[in-house]
Structure formats: structure tokens, C-alpha cells
């Protein structure tokens, strides 16, 4: 668990816990409408506060995986998950994803969580790389990502497709060594 204040509150940052699944699920569906960098968006999200128990339960299982959420005053505002390979030849790598409500925007919770994500891949002693996918015109998450020492590998054309418009993603990955 780590502290920080923002605005005079203290924001909490810990893992993800199963009685969390009803406020995921609620956090997620607003999320999912606030902006179109996630790879979701309103009503795609398919899991029912049952199944998100389950996913946290199965993640807590495992040493190459992890589900962050960062609270104010109690209410979750903003969640990172990050799973490794299923197999050992893939176990030392996997991707994250990140999101904050967009009230939120601007306050650093999302480098917060992802410097926690670090910090944890370190200690872990298994993973020994971090990847992520991003879309190309994401300017600002870009340079988050960049500043905290990911460097781009790469570009997937046509990844995304969003209302008939199609973007592309970049992928940038850390190595954790």
C-alpha cells in the first residue's frame, strides 16, 4: 500500500481486493465513457461484479500478475492490471492497462500507479519486462510513459476501430532488470 496526498486528500494505492469486484465494475462502466483511449468502451465492458470477484481472486493467485486501484476518500478513481505470460517460457513479461476518471485527469495518480506497478515488478524477481499499447495521437500518456523509461518498439497499423475510424497503436516496453 502506498499514501499520497492530492488536493489535501490522501489517496490510497493498493492492490485489488475481491470485495472490491461491485465498485470495479461501477468505476469501470463510467470510465468506459470518458474516453476513447482505453481499449473499451460504454456497455463493452462484459463482466458482472461476480465475474470481476473471480478475475481478482485469480490474480491475487498468481506471482506474475496484479490489479491496482487508487482511492479517495473510500471511492475507487483510478485501476491498473497487469498479467504475465500463462506459460514459463512467457511468464517474465506481460502488459498493463490504466485508467483514472477523468475528474482525475492531471493529478499524477496514473504515473502513481504505474511507478507501484514498477516498484512491484522489481521486487518480484520474475517479471524482467513491462509492455503496453498505446494509441499514436495519445500525445500525453506518451510522454508519461517515456518519462518513467518506457521506449517504443513498434507500431501496429489499423489496431483500433472506433466509430469507422481506425488508429494505430504503439507499443513501448521497460526492461526490468
Request: glycine share 10%; with cysteine.
Amino acid at each position: 500500500m502506498k499514501e499520497i496526498i492530492i488536493n489535501g486528500e490522501k489517496l490510497i494505492i493498493r492492490r485489488s481486493k475481491p470485495s472490491d469486484a461491485e465498485a470495479l465494475i461501477n468505476y469501470i462502466n463510467t470510465v468506459a465513457g470518458e474516453s476513447d483511449f482505453l481499449s473499451f468502451g460504454i456497455g463493452e465492458f462484459d463482466m458482472n461484479a461476480q465475474q470481476e470477484e473471480v478475475f481478482i481472486e485469480n490474480i491475487l493467485k498468481k506471482d506474475n500478475a496484479i490489479s491496482v486501484v487508487a482511492e479517495l476518500g473510500g471511492k475507487i478513481v483510478a485501476n491498473l492490471n497487469f498479467s504475465g505470460g500463462s506459460r514459463k517460457r512467457l511468464a517474465h513479461v506481460g502488459e498493463f492497462g490504466i485508467s483514472v476518471l477523468k475528474e482525475y485527469w492531471g493529478y499524477g495518480i496514473g504515473e502513481e500507479l504505474i511507478k507501484y506497478l514498477i516498484d512491484w515488478s522489481k521486487s518480484s524477481c520474475i517479471i524482467r519486462k513491462i509492455n503496453l499499447k498505446t494509441r499514436t495521437d495519445n500525445f500525453k500518456a506518451i510522454k508519461l510513459y517515456k518519462k518513467l523509461g518506457f521506449e517504443e518498439e513498434g507500431m501496429l497499423k489499423r489496431d483500433i476501430l472506433i466509430n469507422g475510424t481506425f488508429y494505430d497503436t504503439l507499443c513501448m516496453g521497460m526492461m526490468i532488470d
